[in-house]
């Protein structure tokens, strides 16, 4: 998580074309932005991160780093 700018961050898998060409059915892709792959196995993770952003905001933190997932 990005605290500045209370963002989450996520790694995945380059999407290949046929996947890109499919989400594009459903409108437009930014050239700011890409559409990534992410594993099943991390929807526990991201559950966290989100949990914690949540927390973060509520808490009004705005500090620098990455926050702490628990």
Known sequence: MDD???ELLFQ???ADEATQAK???YGSIPDTETIIRIAVR????IRKACDA???AASAGATGAGTAELR
């Open 4 to 6: 500045e700018k209370a």
């Open 12 to 14: 995945g898998w380059d």
């Open 23 to 25: 989400c594009l059915e």
């Open 42 to 45: 991390m929807v526990s993770q």
């Open 53 to 55: 952003a949540e927390r």
